[in-house]
């Protein structure tokens, strides 16, 4: 099992940045997958990033692509989602989440922590 702790939320301006971290324990990190999610208020949860196990291959949802970037340091235990160019509607509690090899799911999650974008 492993166990997911972000940090790094806050309230920021249109435009600005925000990096996000996600710090791993439990099991060998670099046998997950791992993703960012986030749900907003009265939304469902979305995926946002996710990053293979040896951090040589990521995708994004459209919404964000050219804009927020995931990466990870497996020495380090961590993932990181650097966020760039923020607008009001990447408002939303963002999740880090890890898949176990061969999981077609996401099955361990953070608590999460709110991004606000301020308009």
């Known amino acids: 099992q492993v166990q ?4 790094g939320g806050g309230l920021v301006q249109a435009g600005g940045s925000l990096r996000l971290s996600c710090a791993a324990s439990g099991r060998t990190f670099s046998s997950y997958a791992m993703g960012w999610f986030r749900q907003a208020p009265g939304k469902e949860r979305e995926f946002v990033a996710g990053i293979n196990r040896s951090g040589g291959s990521t995708n994004y949802a459209d919404s964000v692509k050219g804009r927020f970037t995931i990466s990870r340091d497996n ?3 961590t993932v990181y989602l650097q966020m760039n160019s923020l607008k009001p ?3 939303a509690v963002y999740y ?3 898949r176990s090899p061969f999981a077609s799911l996401y099955s361990y999650w953070g608590q999460g922590t ?3 974008v301020s308009s």
């Open 75 to 77: 020495a380090k235990n």
């Open 96 to 98: 880090c989440a890890a």
């Open 114 to 116: 709110q991004v606000t």
């Open 4 to 7: 997911l702790v972000e940090s």
């Open 89 to 91: 509607e990447d408002t």
